[in-house]
T-cell receptor, first 113, second 113 residues
């Protein structure tokens, strides 16, 4: 059974700081991994998708890495801004059994101005 | 021109009632989903449809019945509502059922009193 864990559960940083959010999963047989952002009272917005054959993906100030063998992914946010404050969720799609996507509980990020 | 839209956004109803949540996507996707996010913010898949056919049906009470009249719509009907059904229900879609980027609606906040 695939389980996705995100650490820390919450994080508060001053503006301008670089930060790393962690995601771990128990079954390395994944199809891909996605990072999402969720603002309060809103739906999820996809940030980055990493295929199982890839090691990382970048979009602007965001960089996501994937180490499938160790069951880990990190989301690196450079030069954080108050607008980055949100909950960040990691999700892995299983390789078998209907390509089901399993979500972590998320990391709540607060960037102080 | 919202990509995935769901209605209503807020719904307060009494125990025992029957209610429906509607969802439409204008992205031309083949696959649509219903997710449930509980009070602890865990996001879990309920149903997945590909080309109007049910492909994922998690352990969800029979009181929940999805209906997909066409590829662009996936509605959720809930019978005999219970207090424990209170949650945020998210509709989502993706290009296919093979782990593509998932696009979420803004959520429907259901409160059963």
């Amino acid at each position: 059974k695939q389980e996705v864990t995100q650490i820390p559960a919450a994080l508060s940083v001053p503006e301008g700081e670089n930060l790393v959010l962690n995601c771990s999963f128990t079954d390395s047989a994944i199809y891909n991994l996605q990072w999402f952002r969720q603002d309060p009272g809103k739906g999820l917005t996809s940030l980055l998708l990493i295929q199982s054959s890839q090691r990382e993906q970048t979009s602007g100030r965001l960089n996501a890495s994937l180490d499938k063998s160790s069951g880990r992914s990190t989301l690196y946010i450079a030069a954080s801004q108050p607008g980055d404050s949100a909950t960040y969720l990691c999700a892995v799609t299983r390789l078998t059994g209907g390509f089901k996507t399993i979500f972590g509980a998320g990391t709540r990020l607060f960037v102080k101005a | 021109d919202t990509a995935v839209s769901q209605t209503p956004k807020y719904l307060v109803t009494q125990m025992g009632n029957d209610k429906s949540i509607k969802c439409e996507q204008n992205l031309g996707h083949d696959t649509m989903y219903w997710y449930k996010q509980d009070s602890k913010k865990f996001l879990k898949i309920m149903f997945s449809y590909n080309n109007k056919e049910l492909i994922i049906n998690e352990t969800v009470p029979n009181r929940f019945s999805p209906k997909s009249p066409d590829k662009a719509h996936l509605n959720l009907h809930i019978n005999s509502l219970e207090l424990g059904d209170s949650a945020v229900y998210f509709c989502a879609s993706s290009l296919s059922d093979r782990g593509n980027t998932i696009y979420f609606g803004e959520g429907s906040w259901l409160t059963v009193v």
